[in-house]
């Protein structure tokens, strides 16, 4: 049997379906996911679309608002001393120096265009390839990392290495942000467009609160594992707590509460993981349910 896509799943009643996609659509809304929105919705059959959509507008605003929130309340709740706390910061390191590479690298454009349309390129590639899955009952359905998480992946490791040889990966900080900010606005456009076709049909007061449950239970359980089990000290903690929950308006709010940009440095440890995982829980929960 061909593959399918993964989370195409045959013989399912049409309202499972589209719960199912109801319900990813929370997740990466409550998780503040872009990524994780658009897998789902390249996943999901094309019917679907608009209750993924929908789902993650509705837990959207407070995916953004909660852990916003969370990370302002916390230090005043626990009455940080931010200057003692900012002191008990510390940038991990293994001793020696970094080697930097002290040539000039070749870039292939001045802005750094040609990068991006490669990284793109490669990403799409890595985005086609499908792994058949035959465990019992996924006969004839294949996982992809879509196009969505295949240029993730390619962007992660582009931006690891930074150059291959004398060839420089990185574009220009003006190029990325144009383009960020073009391709979010874009994006969010064209979703917002095809869930608002349905948005009253499918909203449900539930869903919100659904919604932020699912923001503030894994907010709340990983503030306190790395508070107690991994004995993080208080920036640490928030600062990994917002790459964990892929949020970056709280980790500018947490760099404004904090006073120091060093806790950067442990949202940038746990978000590209983050990122990932939330990709590929999205994806498989179509397929499973």
Do not use: W
């Amino acid at each position: 049997m061909a593959c399918i896509m993964l989370g195409r799943v045959t013989g399912v009643a049409q309202n499972n379906d589209e719960l199912t996609a109801m319900v990813v659509g929370l997740l990466s809304g409550s998780l503040t996911s872009t990524p994780a929105f658009s897998a789902a919705k390249a996943t999901v059959d094309a019917v679907y679309e608009s209750a993924v959509s929908v789902g993650h507008g509705i837990a959207y605003i407070f995916g953004v608002i909660g852990v916003v929130l969370f990370v302002q309340i916390v230090p005043k709740l626990s009455k940080a001393n931010m200057a003692e706390e900012r002191a008990k910061l510390t940038v991990v390191e293994d001793g020696k120096e970094k080697k930097k590479y002290t040539g000039k690298l070749f870039e292939l454009d001045g802005h750094g265009f040609a990068v991006f349309a490669l990284a793109a390129i490669v990403g799409i590639f890595i985005g086609m390839i499908k792994i058949p899955l035959s465990a019992k009952g996924l006969s004839g359905t294949c996982f992809s990392l879509t196009t969505t998480g295949g240029c993730l992946m390619t962007a992660l490791v582009f931006g690891h290495f930074g150059r291959i040889g004398k060839f420089a990966l990185m574009p220009k900080e003006s190029t990325l942000k144009i383009f960020k900010e073009l391709g979010l606005l874009l994006f969010l456009v064209g979703a917002g467009i095809s869930g608002g076709d349905g948005f009253f049909e499918m909203f449900d007061v539930q869903y919100f609160f659904y919604g932020v449950f699912m923001t503030i239970v894994p907010m709340i359980a990983g503030f306190f594992f790395a508070k107690y089990v991994l004995k993080l000290n208080l920036l640490n903690n928030l600062g990994s707590l917002t790459g964990g929950m892929t949020s970056t308006p709280a980790l500018g709010t947490l760099i404004n509460t904090a006073g120091t940009d060093d806790v950067a440095s442990a949202y940038a440890a746990t978000y590209p993981v983050a990122l990932i995982a939330v990709v590929l829980v999205s994806q498989f929960l179509i397929i499973l349910f």
